[in-house]
């Protein structure tokens, strides 16, 4: 087995016993409960306290309104906004319990490298997800073939959040469109089998599809959105998901055309 292989399944095992993803994931989302109505300096003051307050519930309307805001008009991706939106999406895992907590505090961890590139020094070079791509790439920041100097780079976290927001959008749809009768956990499974699956090692895979047998029905997941009916939840997803979409498939075509969808 390869030492990269290797590491692959450590971190991927640390990941799923480590019980913390509720509490770290609350930690960070106390400290941007202001984002998208407060200005980009306050964010970031924001991001860098560590106020302990009473983590908000999830609705999926902070979902809506953060992704509204990740685009400009030149259609390039604020990171704020995209670190907003999901902290916002593991406030909806973390809501449903610790079935999703493998893939939750996996995200929290990179969550905080990305708020860690905002706060820094060079912060100015990570307004945008286009900007910090060039200013990574320029300054050869990233680890291309192999990992090496830059375990964190921008562009190496980000990609993770990306991949795995492809399985959150996938799975969503299938709940939008589903029946009562519907079973999340096939859902699911299907969404994580045509996205994230293909990233993760086996023993990784093993276990997310252990899990996803445990996910609660159809009318659970609608209740923790906190929008109201069925036919309300299904409206607002309907609004929700092509934004998601739209972010998704601008980062995807950013990191195609600068080869770096494959970094190690």
């Known amino acids: 087995m390869s030492l990269s292989n290797e590491c692959e399944i450590k971190d991927g095992l640390e990941t799923l016993v480590e019980s913390q993803v509720i509490e770290a994931s609350g930690n960070l989302a106390s400290n941007v409960t202001s984002v998208g109505r407060q200005s980009s300096q306050y964010f970031r003051v924001a991001m860098a306290d560590s106020v302990a307050v009473e ?3 999830f609705t ?18 604020f990171l704020e906004h995209y670190v907003a939106g999901w902290l916002g999406l593991v406030r909806f895992m973390n809501s449903l319990g610790s079935v999703f907590s493998f893939i939750a505090k ?40 192999k990992r090496g100097s830059f375990p964190e780079s921008g562009c190496r976290t980000l990609l993770r959040l990306h991949r795995a927001l492809r ?12 029946t009562e009768e519907s079973k999340t956990s096939l859902m699911c499974s ?8 293909q990233h993760h090692a ?4 093993k276990a997310a599809g252990t899990a996803f047998w445990a996910l609660p029905g159809r009318a659970t997941f609608f209740d923790v959105m ?3 009916t069925p036919e309300q939840v299904v409206t607002m997803l309907g609004d929700a998901l092509p934004l998601i979409s739209e972010v998704y498939q601008v980062t995807e075509d950013l990191y195609a055309q600068n080869n770096i969808l494959d970094l190690p």
């Open 55 to 57: 983590d908000p519930k």
């Open 60 to 77: 999926l309307q902070e979902v809506l309104d953060t992704f509204k805001s990740c685009l400009s008009e030149n259609k390039e991706v």
């Open 106 to 145: 996996d995200a929290v961890n990179k969550i905080q490298i990305l708020i860690n590139h905002l706060n820094g020094e060079n912060g100015a070079h990570y307004v945008t997800v286009q900007s910090m791509v060039k200013y990574e790439l320029d300054n050869q920041l990233v680890d291309l073939t």
């Open 167 to 178: 399985w959150l959008e996938l799975f969503l749809e299938r709940l939008r469109t589903s």
């Open 190 to 197: 299907e969404a994580y089998n045509e996205s994230l699956s």
């Open 202 to 205: 086996w023993i990784i895979r």
């Open 226 to 228: 906190n929008v109201g």
